[in-house]
């Protein structure tokens, strides 16, 4: 599957590394592609808004962790092979052989230092996700975002005083408004970087000591910290070389997955969850992912 580690993430630095990713900065992650890409974006989310809304009348909740496998794995091979991925079920045969191979592949590589990856499930192919780091990313902003009932709140309400008029869909004008909703992304970030193939420790005193696990997107509010790479301290794309080139693909993803499951729907715990008890625990693979999936009730807000 890595084919020889021809894959960008596996190849060792030298000129073929070096061949593909400039062939991708231009093909395929520069801002001009990204913004190119942006049909795709609509008409994904517009199948998945439908989706949430034809299932969501029946009072069920929804899997929102699978949903968002969906979703972003389409994005990204629409994007980049013309055709969709995922079967409607959101598990293609194809697509879930090759997660399950990622994640085992990992597991082999990094097991010792991850000891929530559990072997059992590895081998019986119980984690069907985990390789997507824009849905991971997505899933734990929701996550996130359930759990504190207040940042919804607000979030929601910026996401609606943008938006107005009677719109078919969320643009990009609208979501450039969103400074809440950016802080939301950071700060989820922030607490659970999707990829990090070596855990680390701070090992100095931060200035809000004793806060830093805790959720609170406000302490971006007014800061110039981005994910550029320029804030050492604040790196979840990596920086250098090596880091991420598809930063702006993947923003661009997860910020207008969000606005849009934000504007046209509202979001509950099921029945009997509440929100102190939702399971943030950590699954170690290739990305960092919610070990249980994540469930949530949508009420629809309003229609297309
Ligand atoms: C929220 C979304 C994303 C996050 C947090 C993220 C994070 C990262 C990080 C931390 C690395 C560096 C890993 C290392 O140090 O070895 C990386 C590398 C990489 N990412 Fe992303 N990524 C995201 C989205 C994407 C997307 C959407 C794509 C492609 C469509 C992508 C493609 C890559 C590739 C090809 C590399 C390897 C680069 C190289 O080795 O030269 N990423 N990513």
Redesign the pocket.
């Known amino acids: 599957m890595f084919y020889e580690c021809k894959g ?2 596996f190849a060792p630095y030298g000129d073929y ?1 070096r061949q593909v ?1 400039k062939m991708s900065a231009v093909e395929l992650f520069s801002h001009q592609r990204v913004h190119s890409f942006q049909f795709v974006r609509d008409e994904e989310i517009e199948l998945l808004i439908n989706k949430i809304r034809s299932t969501c009348g029946k009072g069920e909740s929804i899997n929102l962790s699978k949903m968002l496998v969906f979703v972003s794995s389409n994005i ?1 091979s629409r994007s980049i092979l013309s055709h969709r991925s995922e079967a409607e079920d959101g598990c293609s045969k194809f697509g879930e052989l090759v997660k399950r191979l990622m994640v085992l592949f990992t597991g082999f590589c990094v097991g010792d230092m991850f000891p929530y990856l559990r072997w059992v499930d590895v081998l019986t192919g119980y984690i069907p996700r985990g390789t997507d ?2 849905a991971t ?1 997505t899933e734990w902003i929701m996550a996130e975002l359930l759990k504190h009932p207040n940042a919804m709140k607000n979030v929601q309400q910026e996401v609606r005083n943008v938006v107005v008029g009677n719109k078919s869909k969320v643009d990009q004008d609208d979501i450039a408004k969103m400074e809440y909703l950016k802080c939301v992304v950071k700060e989820t ?1 922030r607490l659970h ?3 990090v ?1 070596v855990p680390r420790k701070t090992s100095a005193k931060i200035p809000n000591g004793g806060k830093t696990e805790k959720s609170s997107p406000e302490r971006f509010e007014n800061s110039s910290i981005d994910f550029q790479g320029q804030d050492f301290h604040y790196i ?3 920086f250098g070389r ?6 702006s ?3 661009a ?2 910020e207008y997955v969000m606005a849009s499951l934000l504007y046209w729907v509202d979001w509950k715990l099921p029945a009997g969850e509440i929100f102190e008890n939702v399971d943030m625990t950590k699954l170690y693979g290739l990305t960092v992912c919610k070990k249980t999936h994540l469930h949530a009730l949508a009420i629809p807000h309003s229609s297309f």
Do not use: Q
């Open positions: 960008m993430g590394w990713r990204v780091t824009s990313a970030l970087p999707p990829v193939f979840p794309f990596d090596r880091g991420c080139p598809g930063m693909f993947g923003v993803s997860v």
